[in-house]
């Protein structure tokens, strides 16, 4: 299922440094709505967003950041969609919604999928660091950026658009 997104900046932090051999900071917003709970790959939404303002920078830093306590982002396998399912699985295993009815968790109002979807948050992370190169993301051949949506219901908004802060810095 595709995702959709869409993106924008704001004015203060993505004007450019004009000095020559100063720091130049970019920064972005997108909203990526995952079709489903599973983890989506979102490198293209990312790189839709950055382009312009990526291929100033000769040598720094991307950090992304997703506003949601049940959502989270990591770095793994672009090919294989295969990869995507299974860490879907292997995270149901780990933190199961069945903990929300066996007494384990107490925070249970917003459905069996919130806790845990906090716990597999914090678990895997809502940032990314990723190195600038030559004004590419420094990615590897096969690594993806993921966004891993953790909830069936969206919580209390229904859906599941999520918020991603993305800050650039480094020298031109």
């Given amino acids: 299922m595709p995702l959709s997104s869409s993106s924008s900046s704001s004015n203060s932090p993505t004007t450019p440094s004009t000095t020559s051999g100063m720091p130049q900071w970019f920064q972005h917003s997108i909203t990526v709505t995952a079709p489903s709970r599973g983890c989506h790959l979102i490198t293209g939404d990312v790189h839709k967003a950055i382009a312009q303002d990526l291929s100033r920078i000769k040598i720094g830093l991307c950090h992304l950041f997703v506003q949601h306590t049940s959502a989270s982002l990591t770095i793994n396998e672009n090919a294989d969609p295969d990869v995507r399912r299974d860490m879907e699985v292997a995270l ?9 009815r066996d007494g384990t968790f107490r925070h249970t109002l917003e459905g069996d999928d919130d806790m845990p979807g906090h716990v597999k948050s914090s678990l895997m992370g809502v940032s990314l660091t990723i190195p600038i190169r030559n004004g590419r993301l420094a990615l590897g051949t096969w690594q993806g950026i993921y966004l891993n949506e953790h909830r069936d219901q969206g919580g209390w908004g229904g859906g599941h658009a999520r918020n991603i802060v993305i800050t650039l810095q480094g020298m031109a």
């Fill in 92 to 100: 149901n295993k780990i933190v199961p919604a069945t903990w929300n």
